[in-house]
């Protein structure tokens, strides 16, 4: 894939210090809908979609999460359940101070 075609450096050229003239909603609109590290005039992008790169990133998100699952379930729920059952009573001040360091 070519970095800079010429439309792109045809675009370069013409707003070649006056970084302000192509800051439009519609730039503002694509930065914000497909956000980069650093705002930039030209971005390459791939003239087709990649599936087996799409496909690797479904695959990372999906393990991801149930990695994220797994871990609540194994660690956050069980806590929940408990401070759930402790909170239905009225809270005795005294049985907490044991507790506080």
Not at 42 to 58: D, E, S, T, Y
Not at 78 to 94: A, D, E, G, M, V
Request: some cysteine; proline content about 5%; glycine content about 0%.
């Amino acid at each position: 894939m070519e970095r800079f075609n010429n439309k792109n450096m045809r675009i370069i050229e013409k707003y070649k210090g006056s970084f302000d003239k192509f800051l439009t909603v519609k730039s503002y609109t694509y930065y914000v809908i497909v956000p980069t590290y650093c705002y930039q005039l030209v971005f390459p992008k791939a003239k087709r979609i990649r599936f087996m790169w799409l496909a690797q990133k479904i695959l990372q998100l999906l393990a991801l999460s149930l990695a994220t699952l797994f871990i609540f379930l194994e660690y956050t729920f069980p806590l929940l359940t408990q401070s759930k059952n402790y909170f239905k009573r009225p809270i005795n001040f005294l049985d907490i101070y044991p507790y506080v360091d």
